[in-house]
């Protein structure tokens, strides 16, 4: 019993795309590029109805540990080379104490995880998330964060040819929207000056 207790609970990983939304929404970084630093944060209420099954296994959440694990997630997706996100990723999984381990049900044996630091079971969960993911798809490179004006949010690049930029369709738009009207200006500020 004391060496469960040590090791700690299971983790089961955070569905990806939740923790692509709770980075976005309570990360300091994509908070400030656009502007919503003074902002209220979501009400935890609200954001447990947004996928009630995957936050039952963290029942005593606060908007400080929210704000916490989203800035400690966001270098992973930040990274600027393979090394960067390895190295993100293993001081994640180091600060959560997430440790392998084996577990059985009858004679079937599986790999599972273990928080072994009590209070960052959500850090765990996170970490094991993107551990996960690498592991099917080991390009880091596909997780990126958006190069749109005023925002920063991240995203997982799952598009064939793995060229994502934006985070979404409308900071894709509005960033040709953008580039449209500044050659346009250029053009005609061209032609003025040529008339
Ligand atoms: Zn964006």
């Known amino acids: ?62 908007a400080t540990q929210l704000v916490e694990v989203a800035d400690l997630v966001y270098p992973v997706f930040a990274a600027g080379s393979g090394r960067e996100c390895a190295q993100s990723l293993s001081r994640l999984a180091e600060q959560a104490g997430l440790t392998p381990t084996m577990a059985s049900e009858g004679w079937r044996v599986r790999e599972a995880w ?38 920063a949010d991240v995203f997982v690049d799952q598009s064939p040819a793995g060229l994502r930029q934006f985070c979404s369709l409308t900071c894709q738009t509005r960033q040709r929207t953008r580039a449209y009207r500044a050659g346009k200006r250029e053009t005609e500020a061209r032609s003025t000056l040529g008339a």
């Open 114 to 151: 273990r928080c072994a630091h009590a209070g960052q079971e959500l850090l765990a969960a996170a970490a094991l998330a993107l551990l996960e993911h690498l592991r099917a798809s080991p390009d880091a490179s596909r997780l990126g964060t958006c190069h749109g004006q005023a925002c």
């Open 1 to 62: 019993m004391k060496g469960a207790q040590r090791t700690g609970r299971e983790v089961v990983a955070l569905p990806l795309p939740l923790l692509v939304n709770l980075v976005n929404a309570w990360g300091s970084a994509p908070r400030k590029a656009c502007g919503k630093s003074a902002q209220a944060y979501s009400t935890l209420s609200a954001w447990r109805a947004t996928s009630p099954l995957a936050w039952r296994q963290f029942p005593r959440l606060s």
